[in-house]
């Protein structure tokens, strides 16, 4: 067993992209004509590589190693630096992009799963590379030329990284309160004054430069979100050759500690406050990124784009976790079976102990549901870019409008629960530092709050997705899904067996929803939807796993390892659709009463 087999497991992403997402039919595009089935495995084993070899083995020692700041510098063990630059090597900071900045112009569903290695390895480290990709995406999508030149081809290569700067220490997850301001200069430039906080990747010296991208209001703008505008805000400035310069006026006023990713610096910034003074005066130099007014709808783009990133991070920690519960339940001997009285008989691996095999299938079941999920959707942005009809173009958008808080919030919350039950399986030693899983329990658990918390994902799936557009992006998610359950009809067996269930739940979520919204109550509506955000989340899970099936049943039952695999799949559903998809009736019971209990709730009662 390699290494890399306890990060991801290969078999499962090729079953996903070839056996069921057919990628390889994604290079008959011209975006994507210089690619082949044996370039995306190419990829994928070079990504795979790199992981295990470069990024794995610091995993711990980044976390007990975490940054310091000693007032002056930061630090970081070394072992962060170099991963990060062979990283670089690979060229898969432009794996998406453009071939005319450097890319290469890989299906994003392949890049997904090319980073997810990245992520399972240590997501610690991982987040430089994830942040700095969101940020030169967004730029290449809304800023301009000289913009793109300056500062989107150096973070390309790995001289310079990106951040997003969102977060007020007074406003929290609450933009309308933002309150660092922009003060235009006559040179078209501007000048940044505030403080963002739980600001990730915002100080360290593993780059040249760190591109911050910022969120400020301008002299005059409307209150609340609708006044908010965008500035590229570099920690250093450049000279018209585009060589280093002066610092600009940005400083870290110290490291926030968290439970998790330890090895990612997580920062409360000042911005202006005169430490550094760019070209003799206080105010750190930023440049406007498209419209004044326009900076949260242009700043959505990097923000949807870490919320999928999130959710693949969420699974790709539930993975490995699973993974090496899996191989300590096979090597671990403790007990005997129930019917063995005989104390002189061997013991027997733990994984003979049908409650092992339980918390183990429990884990397959989320892992590998989310995995189809965050690839589902990586899929659907290669639609949206590429199709060749504008209609599904469209429609590939819409319902990744609508899947994106689930594909963020549900591995968060599910694949955290694997690594619950990763520890479990591995008894008192799980509890220690002795093995990994200890460390990506808490780093998971900060999946939760990245990006935005359950309920503020919650709130954006009942609140503004499945009302969009008078609902059609939920029309469209239940007519994909009965789609999935009209063939699993026709193909007959074991497909035909789970059918019914989904059909079931499906026609509940079109129920509850109308439910929700028919006393025309936000308040209300809205009291419980981090349950509605659960019991959906569920029945799209249950779709991957019916999507999988389908394909297990298509190839047969063949022999071997092969056969071994396809019988878990199967297994693994039949896990989900007895134990998991059951659970969501009687949240839709919950939800289609129009329970007041939370709303009701007062204040004085706690």
Known sequence: MSSSDLLLSRRDLAFLLHDWLDVARLTERPRYAEHTRETVDEVLDLAARVAAERFAPHNRAA?????????????????????LEAFAETGLLAATMDESVGGLQLPHTVAAAAFAWFQAANVGTSAYPMLTLGNANLLLAHGSAEQIDTWVRPMIEGRFFGTMCLSEPQAGSSLADLTTRAEPQDDGTYRIVGTKMWISGGDHELAENIVHLVLAR????PPGVKGLSLFIVPKVLLDDDGNLG??????LVGLNHKLGYRGTTNTLLNFGEGVHRPYGRAGAVGYLVGQPHQGLAVMFHMMNEARIGIGAGATALGYTAYLKSVAYAR????????????PTTPQVPIVAHSDVRRMLLAQKSY?????????YCGRLLDEQKTAPAEADRERAQLLLDLLTPITKSWPAQWCLVANDLAIQVHGGYGY???????????????????????????????????????????????????GTVTRAWKAEGFASELAGQLGAAVDRIA??????????????????????????????????????????????????AEGEFLAGKRQAARYFYRWELPKVGAQ???????????????????
Not at 65 to 81: A, C, L, N, S, Y
Not at 367 to 375: D, F, I, P, Y
Not at 432 to 455: C, F, K, M, P, S
Request: aromatic fraction near 6%.
């Open 246 to 251: 002066p610092r600009n006026d940005v400083v």
């Open 588 to 606: 839709f019971d919950l939800l289609e009463g129009l329970d007041r209990t939370t709303l009701d709730m007062r204040e004085s009662w706690f």
């Open 367 to 375: 892992v590998e549901g989310a995995l189809a999920l965050v690839l």
């Open 432 to 482: 220690t530092r002795d093995y990994d899983v200890e460390q990506h329990w808490r780093d998971n658990r900060l999946n939760a709050i990245h990006e935005g918390t359950h309920g503020i994902q919650a709130l954006d799936l009942l609140g503004r997705k499945v009302t969009m557009r008078d609902g059609a992006a939920l029309e469209l998610l239940l007519e994909t899904i009965r």
């Open 331 to 342: 090597q671990r001997p403790q007990g005997r079976p129930v019917a063995d009285k005989d």
């Open 511 to 560: 129920v509850v929803t109308r439910r929700l919204w028919a006393p025309g109550d936000p308040e209300l509506a809205l009291a419980n939807a981090s349950v509605y955000l659960e019991a959906v989340g569920h029945v799209v899970i249950a779709w991957m796993w019916l999507e999988q099936v389908l394909v297990v049943e298509a190839l047969g039952s063949p022999e071997g």
């Open 63 to 83: 976390d007990t190693g975490e940054p310091t700041f000693d007032g002056q510098r930061v630090r970081t063990i070394p072992q962060v630096k170099a991963a």
């Open 218 to 221: 301008i002299p005059g703008a």
